[in-house]
């Protein structure tokens, strides 16, 4: 399965096996991809520029090839992202344009998912020596580009530990007002915050529980 974010709505892709186990309601369209690529501009457009529905499923017998024939219609960005913890089990928020989030940013050319998500949260946060704790999970995010291209950012996401006292300090140039550490019941209480950062959340609190 994957789910792509789209105005803070899904383009869900699912195998056909996938789809009975799937939960849909009223709101969700599900539709067969009959291979047509052109066609999946379509529903990308239904999430982009209607209301109609809250979710999209597509599904087929070959899932890897409708992911493949989505990403060959998109241009991708790359990018790395990271969970901060810190020594009293609190995680790190950034307020940046309007919303709460999590530091990332795009991959520099040649440079690794990991070592990406390790230098854009240093340079976002103010905080250094971060520790590197194991890969966690990947958000996939439609956007428009300055051009209007569309665009898919891969982000890749990192747990990461910071044994520091040093306050975070947030990268004004980067747009980004505010920071601070939260414990993550609190940290899931903070609005405004984009869904994919909020599902982001809940699934490192489901994971924290096991």
Known sequence: MYEIYINDRLLVLLSEAELSN??????TLVMPYMGIK???FQFMDILE???RFSNVVLFSKDLK???EDICSLLLIIPAGGGIIKNLDNK???IFRKGFWDLPKGKLDPQEKFKDAALRECQEE?????LSLDGKFEMTLHFFRDKSYTRCLKKTK???MSYQGVAPPIPQIEEDIEGIGWFGLQDALQLRPMHLSILNLLKNYKLKSEI
């Open 22 to 27: 799937y939960q849909t309601d009223s709101s």
């Open 38 to 40: 052109k066609n999946l």
């Open 49 to 51: 520029k209607s209301n």
């Open 65 to 67: 090839q409708l992911y």
């Open 91 to 93: 995680i790190l928020m």
């Open 125 to 129: 946060t103010g905080l250094q020596n």
């Open 157 to 159: 996401w990192y747990l």
